[in-house]
C-alpha cells in the first residue's frame, strides 16, 4: 500500500505552532507516513536525518520592480509544485493567515485532488482577527479548509465570535514528546548558576512580547522574594526584553533574576524549576504550561483563553485574574511553602499530561481528521 503522504507549512522559527508541528511530523514519519515540509527553512526542531521527511525551502526572487518581495505567492507556488510532483494526500498548514490561503491558491493552481488541514494557533485570531481590514481574508481560509482543528476549546469559540465562521472545528489539544519533557536529575544546573540549596526556583518561558505581560512576572517575583528565598530564571527573547531589564534593576531584583535568553532544551531547566508562571493576557493554549507540567512543575497562569483548560485550579496549580499580581504572589507563597501541597500538585500534573494531552492519543486525532478525507476523496 502507498504511505500517505502529508505536506507541512508552518512558521519555521522558535514558537508553539512550530513546535507543535514538528513534533506531530515526527511521529507521524515514525508511524509510515511520508512528510513534506514546505517552509522558509528547516524547522528548528528538525536536528537529525529521518528518512521519510523531506524539506523543500520556499525560495524567495529579488527584482527591483517589487516594492515588497511576495513571500505568500512564493509559498503559493512552492506548494502547487510540491503537491504536484510528490502526489500530497494531505496538506496540513498550521495558521490560517497566512498559510491556509496560500493552500487554497495553491490548490487552484494543480489539478491534484490534494485537501486542506488547517489548525489555528492563536495569534491568527486573537491578534490578527480583531483587524477587520483581514477578517475577510482569514475566515476565507478557514471556510474553504476542508477541515480546521483549533488547539482549544476556547479557540474554537473565539474563532466563532469574532470571525462569524459557523462552520465545525475539531479542537485537538497540544502535546509534547514524553522522551524529551520528562524530570531528570540537573542538580548541577544549580551549582552552575549560583542557585542555593535553599532557594526555590520559578521559572518563565517565552518570546517577550506584550501579551506575555513580563513585567506582571516581575512583579508577583518581587513579592515572591520577600517571603522566600527564591531565583527567578527568565528563558526566551523579544521586544519586552529591555523593558523587563530596566524593571529588575529598579526593583532592585538584578541578584535574584537570571537572565538566560534563548534556550533549546528547556526541560533542562523545567527539570530544576519549582514553579512556572505564564501570566499572558492572550494565550490560545500555552505549550510551555504542558512542558512544565511534563516536567513535575506546577504552573500559575491566567484566566484566559486555553490555560484554564491546560491548567486545573487547585489541583496542577492555579488560575488568576489577568495582572492581579498580588494574587498570583499569594498562591506562589503558599505552594512553596508546603512541600505536601507541591507534591500533589507536580503528581497530579503529571498525571494530567499523560491523561489528557499524551502524544499518542493526539497524534491518533490527527491521524484521524487525515483518515477521514483521505476516504472521502
Ligand atoms: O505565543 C506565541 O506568541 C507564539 C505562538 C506560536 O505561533 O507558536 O503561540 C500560539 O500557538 C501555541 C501552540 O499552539 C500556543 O500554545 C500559544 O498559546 C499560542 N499563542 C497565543 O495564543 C498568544
Known sequence: MERTKIGITCYPTVG???VIA???AKLLAERGYEIHFITSNIPFRLKRIYPNIYYHEVE?????????????????NKMAEVINREKIDILHVHYAMPHAICAILAKEMINHDVKIVTTLHGTDITVLGVDPSLQNMIRFGIERSDRVTAVSESLV???????????????????VDEREYRR????????EYGIDEDDKVIIHISNFRQVKRVPDVIQS?????EHSKAKLLLVGDGPDY?????????????DDVLFLGKQENVSELLSISHLKLLLSEKESFGLVLLEAMACGVPCIGTNIGGIPEVIVHNETGYICEVGDTEEIAD??????????????????????????FHSETIVKQYEQVYADLIVDR
Not at 526572487?61 to 505567492?73: A, I
Not at 500533589?344 to 494530567?352: A, D, P, Q, T, V
Request: a negative charge.
Open 16 to 18: 508553539g505552532s512550530g
Open 331 to 356: 498562591y506562589a507563597i503558599r505552594l512553596l511553602s508546603s512541600n505536601e501541597q507541591w507534591d500533589k500538585f507536580s503528581k497530579n500534573g503529571l498525571e494530567r499530561v499523560r491523561d489528557e
Open 22 to 24: 514538528t513534533e506531530l
Open 157 to 175: 469559540n473565539q474563532t466563532k465570535d469574532m470571525l462569524h465562521v459557523e462552520r465545525d472545528m475539531d479542537v485537538i489539544y497540544n502535546f
Open 242 to 254: 529591555y523593558k523587563t531589564c530596566q524593571l529588575v534593576n529598579e526593583l532592585g531584583l538584578k
Open 221 to 225: 517575583f518581587k513579592t515572591i522574594r
Open 184 to 191: 531528570r536529575d540537573e542538580s548541577h544546573l544549580r551549582e
Open 60 to 76: 524567495m526572487t529579488h527584482y527591483p520592480v517589487f516594492q515588497y518581495p511576495p513571500y505568500d505567492l512564493a509559498l503559493a
